[in-house]
């Protein structure tokens, strides 16, 4: 076993340097000896074989079971040069990659009671997890690092202004946001642009935060949260948005989710559409990925989704494209997440912190070594909706944070 494991690891690891020692106590290095070293052994022969058989499923695996550790630097320091190779992925494994793309229709198919229990598996964990490590507002998706130095409150701040900013929201507009969450960027919507916010979710957790907060700001006027599938829900909105439920629709859902969100938009009306998306081409989700974090999920090539926005009859007015600002977002809920993590281990248990450690990390190297990025897809019905220039976010930007100072209290870190 030991001699056919360094064999195809050496394959495979030709950049960086990875010191190995194997159940049996035997000792080899892969690449090309550059970078800080990191290094790793594996305690049964069992996680050997199963890296061999199927190694996108078995490295999380092995690491949440304990039986593959980390001896010098963290899994984020391996999973940074596992995850910087010449092949995406190893030789060995692409006639997995192969069937998995052949049934990917299969586990993407999104119907309404599928996709409740997809959003139960991950979202209605105990809400004290996610307070471990995301902002004070739980945004749970891409920040916008306006600066190098922002901290993530900033940053998040920020990515719910560059959005309202985009929408050029007006006083009593009407504003659909699907994919609400704990509700942050609806209130922010709702208080600092006065429109009248309606956000959808199929997180029982969720929905019960995000309509405390809104009683707690007085709020229950404007911004209404509501346990719906977004294609249950009438129109007409003057504007849409939608961050980081995109990933949750399946390929063979997007057409009724762009038609339904044309049907429910106003002639002038503008919508945004925020995603992680692949810069190559269709691929599949990780197998570890959709096994514990993300059932049912999918991120989409921009190959697939501008087609569909075009064949329901949208007009995609702007499209911009962060790369690494979701890297550094997953870079401090790590960050975070390891500093609380004997509060993680009492919430669940040894096991579980390890998964979700490897998900932040793997979800980190994922945009910064790989092809992972977000999306921001600005779209109308028709023509001249949206000014012929982009100056006006910076314009529309500049006039809400005159607001927030007006209403929003000082930042505070998270847990501070």
Not at 154 to 175: F, M, T
Not at 360 to 388: C, D, H, W, Y
Request: proline content about 4%; overall charge neutral.
């Amino acid at each position: 076993m030991d001699r056919l494991l360094r064999h195809f690891l050496a394959q495979f690891i030709r950049r960086g340097t990875v010191k190995f020692t194997t159940a049996n106590g035997s000792r080899f290095t892969c690449g090309d000896g550059t970078g800080q070293p990191v290094a790793v052994r594996f305690l049964t022969t069992e996680a050997e074989r199963r890296i061999l058989l199927d190694p996108e499923l078995a490295l999380g695996e092995i690491f949440m079971e304990g039986s593959f550790v980390v001896e010098r630097g963290s899994i984020a320091d391996v999973l940074a040069i596992l995850m910087d190779q010449p092949d995406a992925m190893p030789r060995w494994a692409r006639l997995q990659w192969w069937l998995r793309y052949l049934v990917r229709h299969a586990q993407q198919f999104n119907p309404r009671g599928r996709s409740r229990d997809n959003v139960a598996r991950h979202y209605d964990l105990d809400g004290r997890l996610y307070s471990l490590f995301l902002d004070t507002d739980k945004q749970y998706s891409c920040a916008y690092f306006e600066t190098p130095d922002a901290s993530l409150e900033e940053a998040q701040l920020a990515k719910k202004r560059h959005l309202a900013a985009k929408l050029l929201v007006s006083p009593g507009d009407r504003v659909l946001d699907i994919g609400s969450g704990w509700g942050g960027l609806g209130l922010y919507l709702a208080e600092m642009t006065g429109a009248n916010v309606t956000g959808v979710t199929l997180s029982t957790e969720q929905l019960q935060v995000s309509n405390a907060r809104a009683a707690e700001k007085n709020l229950t006027q404007s911004a209404k949260f509501l346990l719906k599938d977004y294609r249950d829900i009438p129109g007409p909105f003057d504007r849409i948005v939608s961050v980081g439920m995109f990933e949750h629709v399946g390929v063979d859902f997007y057409e009724t989710y762009f038609r339904h969100c044309a049907e429910l938009l106003a002639d002038d009306g503008v919508m945004v559409l925020h995603s992680i998306g692949r810069s190559d081409p269709p691929d599949v989700t990780n197998p570890w990925i959709a096994k514990y974090i993300f059932p049912g999920g999918y991120i989409p090539a921009l190959s697939e989704v501008v087609p569909v926005i075009e064949k329901v009859g949208l007009l995609v007015c702007d499209i911009e494209i962060l790369r690494l600002h979701y890297a550094e977002t997953l870079k401090a809920w790590r960050e975070r997440f390891m500093a609380r993590w004997d509060d993680a281990v009492r919430l669940y248990d040894e096991r579980f912190a390890r998964m979700w450690q490897f998900y932040l990390a793997v979800a980190e190297m994922s945009f910064r070594k790989q092809n992972m990025m977000n999306l921001q897809i600005q779209i109308t019905k028709r023509q001249g909706v949206t000014p012929m220039t982009r100056d006006y976010i910076v314009r529309e930007e500049a006039k809400l944070r005159g607001r927030e100072r007006g209403k929003w209290p000082r930042l505070q870190i998270a847990g501070g």
